[in-house]
């Protein structure tokens, strides 16, 4: 197997079986304590492959689990190769052993001599990761595997001798500093998303604009309060309730004789404020339920959801929410019959969605784009009355602190799981009306920024990784570092390791362990 065509002047290719010694793995028996109890040999699995280079491993076994076990001892400087792992269908993990180890059955050891550069046989794999998988997975295996016999048939392009150090040393110091870059953006990424919560903190306790009572005083006008701007809500709620209440009545032929059906409406339970932190001037405490629309109460979604329908209704689950909004681009379809039997459900838009089951918290405000769409299960609407922006709700049960104590409310069934009773009966800070619009204005205005720095950031280090792979690419094109005519040819290098090889004393084969015959 051919990794490229051409290479230049002093190189070669080599299979991987004629670079060194191979060696497999083992699983000394765990019913033996004396194989794992107190061991201090690295016994590596694909688990422990996540670095260049192993050092140590998360299992150790004891000296008398290498003598009297399949597995083996394996060198300082070895390379090690994942063989068999779920992490082989997207990546081929390579490691370089600092110490002696053991590896474990799902990994091969290649122990190179001394004329070949270990980092430099590593990389060279790394940097043919795909191609190997490509060529050399098994097919019909349950785990992705990489078979053995391929594997060591895979040519690989072969430099001289100080070229391969010279290319180690290159690719250290170029993938330092990458590692460094991409190390800085990883931490500015993470201040950026503090920075986003602390901004959205500080929008829902009123420090992000000035409140409308400060600049009512500083214009020398009055303004609403809150809690005038509840009462209203309150009156327009029951208003919306008995509209819908008469057209129930109506639609089934019973006109009202009197207004005795009225009191049948049901007063929204007010918060406790007594254990409520105090709110800015102007500002006043209300529940979900008092913030209902009326005609609708906040309610969960459709239970048995179906296969994708390419025609029928959208249906947003819990996956398509984040970061206040609803990802358009991966929602599933059901069929019409089933989203009608959850009728109360189907989204009219500016509703506030919030993720009740499993992933707790995520919200979004229902778009224009999803009128008449529907919701999973695990996902509660809550229809909001039109004297309060939505945004508002969204954001305020968006900020880390909400949807902790949201977090901390739910119970544990199958999977956490947030009561849509605990989530009409929670408080809500409520800001007068237009302020409400100022805080999300600004509010939009920082997230904007924020979504844009993020974006580059996430672009940044995908070009970082690009670079890395180009790096690797040129490394072993030849095209990274000069190349010296007086250096020992490649073909010259392994000529010489095979002769070396070839009259090197034959070692004993190993006793195997003697089964046990039955009698």
């Keep these: 197997m051919t990794c490229t065509?051409?290479?230049?002047?002093?190189?070669?290719?080599?299979?991987?079986?004629?670079?060194?010694?191979?060696?497999?793995?083992?699983?000394?028996?765990?019913s033996k304590p004396s194989f794992w109890s107190g061991g201090s040999i690295p016994w590596v699995s694909p688990k422990d492959m996540k670095?260049?280079?192993?050092?140590?491993?998360?299992?150790h076994i004891t000296e008398s689990a290498v003598r009297e076990s399949s597995t083996k001892l394996i060198a300082q400087g070895s390379i090690l190769f994942v063989t068999r792992s779920g992490i082989l269908a997207h990546t081929f993990p390579v490691a370089r052993t600092a110490v002696a180890v053991t590896v474990n059955q799902d990994i091969k050891a290649l122990t190179p001599p001394s004329g070949l550069d270990p980092d430099y046989i590593a990389w060279n794999a790394r940097a043919h990761g795909w191609t190997i998988l490509n060529l050399c997975s098994k097919d019909g295996t349950t785990v992705a595997s990489v078979d053995t016999a391929l594997l060591q048939e895979f040519r690989l392009p072969i430099a001289p001798l100080p070229e391969q150090h010279r290319i180690v040393a290159a690719l250290d110091s170029y993938f330092t500093r990458l590692d460094d870059a991409v190390a800085t953006l990883e931490r500015i990424q993470r201040n950026l998303k503090r920075y986003r919560a602390s901004v959205l903190a500080a929008a829902v306790e009123g420090?992000?604009?000035?409140?409308?009572?400060?600049?009512?005083r500083a214009e020398g006008r009055d303004y609403e309060p809150a809690s005038v701007l509840l009462e209203r809500i309150l009156v327009e709620r029951r208003r919306r309730w008995e509209e819908a209440e008469l057209a129930k009545m109506k639609a089934k032929g019973k006109e009202p004789k009197d207004d005795k059906w009225k009191a049948k409406y049901k007063e929204p339970v007010a918060p406790d404020?007594?254990?409520l932190p105090e709110l800015p001037e102007g500002w006043c405490w209300a529940?979900?339920?008092q913030l209902e629309s009326g005609d609708r109460r906040c309610s969960y979604g459709v239970l048995v959801p179906g296969p994708h329908v390419p025609d029928g209704v959208a249906l947003v689950r819990v996956g398509d929410i984040d970061q206040g909004r609803v990802n358009l681009a991966l929602l599933k379809c059901i069929a019409r019959s089933i989203a009608d039997?959850?009728?109360?459900?189907?989204?009219r838009g500016g509703e506030v969605l919030l993720t009740l089951v499993g992933t707790i918290g995520r919200t979004a405000v229902v778009p224009s784009t999803l009128v008449g769409a529907n919701v999973a299960r695990a996902v509660g609407v809550l229809p909001i009355v039109d004297l309060v922006n939505p945004g508002w709700v969204e954001s305020w049960f968006r900020n880390p602190s909400q949807r902790s104590l949201m977090i901390s409310t739910a119970h544990e069934v199958a999977r956490k799981t947030l009561?849509?009773?605990?989530?009409?009966?929670?408080?809500?800070a409520l800001p007068?009306?237009?302020?409400?619009?100022?805080?999300?204005?600004?509010?939009?205005?920082?997230?904007s920024i924020a979504e844009a720095a993020q974006s580059t950031l996430r672009e940044t280090v995908l070009r970082c990784a690009r670079l890395r792979q180009s790096i690797l690419k040129w490394a072993f094109e030849g095209k990274l570092v000069d190349q010296d005519p007086t250096d020992e040819p490649a073909s010259a290098l392994l000529e010489r390791i095979k002769a070396e090889r070839a009259a090197a004393p034959a070692k004993k084969p190993s006793r195997g362990r003697r089964k046990k015959v039955k009698a």
Aim: hydrophobic share 40%.
């Design 273 to 275: 404020t007594s254990v």
């Design 341 to 347: 039997r959850f009728s109360k459900t189907y989204l």
């Design 51 to 59: 670095v260049s280079i192993i050092s140590d491993s998360m299992d």
């Design 287 to 289: 529940t979900v339920e």
């Design 207 to 216: 420090r992000l604009v000035p409140t409308e009572a400060e600049l009512a």
């Design 419 to 428: 009561n849509l009773e605990d989530v009409r009966a929670a408080a809500v």
């Design 432 to 447: 007068p009306q237009v302020e409400q619009l100022r805080i999300l204005e600004s509010l939009e205005d920082v997230e």
């Design 5 to 30: 065509p051409d290479l230049p002047p002093g190189w070669t290719f080599a299979p991987l079986g004629d670079l060194g010694e191979w060696a497999g793995g083992g699983t000394p028996s765990k």
